[in-house]
């Protein structure tokens, strides 16, 4: 819940209006007494379309990345305080494994020692490009 109420603050902060993120989640989360809840990835992809298409600003996934590393959530400082980059990317993956019922991220190695960086989706579930600009960002 204090995840998606997050998301549900920056959207609201970035023009989004409430009722078209209650009308989507099918709740109004800031009622009194409201003290658990959660949203599917199928849910937060048709809330992630819906801003974009409502502020016709394509950058609003980077954006939200960015405001949500800026929070006090574990992935920070698992990736931030590592003593390396290899090490902050391997906690990331490990963790993105645990908690995420969207997917995972995978660390590849190609040719000439060139590293990448995938976020791999779980079978069934569409991933926006929206949603990887999160992600990432």
């Known amino acids: 819940m204090p995840f998606v109420k997050l998301l549900y603050r920056f ?4 023009g989004v ?3 078209v993120l209650d009308d989507l989640i099918r709740l109004d989360i ?3 007494g409201l003290t658990k809840f959660g949203i599917s990835s199928s849910q ?3 809330i992630h379309q819906a801003a974009i298409e409502y ?3 394509v950058s609003l996934g980077i954006k939200l990345g960015l405001f949500i590393a800026d929070q006090d959530l ?10 390396n980059l290899k090490q902050g990317l391997q906690a990331l993956i490990e963790y993105s494994e645990v908690v995420s019922e969207s997917g995972y991220f995978e660390l590849l190695t190609r040719e000439q020692d060139c590293q990448v960086l ?3 989706p779980y079978d069934g579930i569409v ?3 929206h949603q990887q600009n999160m992600v990432f960002a």
């Open 11 to 14: 959207w609201i902060d970035n």
């Open 17 to 19: 209006p409430k009722k």
């Open 30 to 32: 800031e009622q009194p």
């Open 44 to 46: 937060l992809a048709q």
């Open 55 to 57: 502020t016709d600003d």
């Open 74 to 83: 574990v992935i920070s400082p698992l990736v931030l305080r590592a003593p």
């Open 118 to 120: 995938r976020f791999i």
């Open 127 to 129: 991933f926006s490009s």
